[in-house]
């Protein structure tokens, strides 16, 4: 999941509909089979569930290593304002290295 989730950030995948769709489409073998059975009605709800069939059956979420690799490889998306991406980067540094100040790596994300 941490991969799809940066595959979605560089690709401007934002609302939930979008990354369930090309979430259903990457999915095959036993990972396609947690499509079974999903309520698609609310696209919010059906995100989250499948996310977390996926992480149950699959592996479970490290948030601090998962939110690391996406600061390491988050870019300002076209058309992102420089605020949005720098908040962007904030969050993910604070939680990829709760409780460090990490200002050098943030730095460097803008050079």
């Not at 401007?12 to 999903?38: E, N, T, V």
């Not at 390491?72 to 904030?90: D, F, K, M, P, V």
Request: one cysteine or more; a neutral charge.
């Amino acid at each position: 999941m941490d991969h799809f989730d940066i595959i979605a950030d560089v690709n401007g995948w934002r609302i939930d509909l979008d990354k369930l769709k090309h979430l259903k489409a990457a999915l095959d073998g036993r990972a396609a089979y947690q499509i079974k059975d999903l309520d698609e009605s609310d696209p919010v709800k059906a995100f989250a569930a499948l996310r977390a069939k996926l992480l149950s059956h699959f592996g479970s979420p490290n948030k601090a290593s998962s939110a690391r690799q996406q600061f390491c490889h988050r870019t300002q998306s076209e058309g992102e304002a420089i605020g949005e991406y720098s908040n962007a980067l904030l969050k993910l540094r604070k939680a990829g290295w709760p409780g460090q100040q990490r200002d050098t790596d943030l730095q460097s994300q803008f050079v």
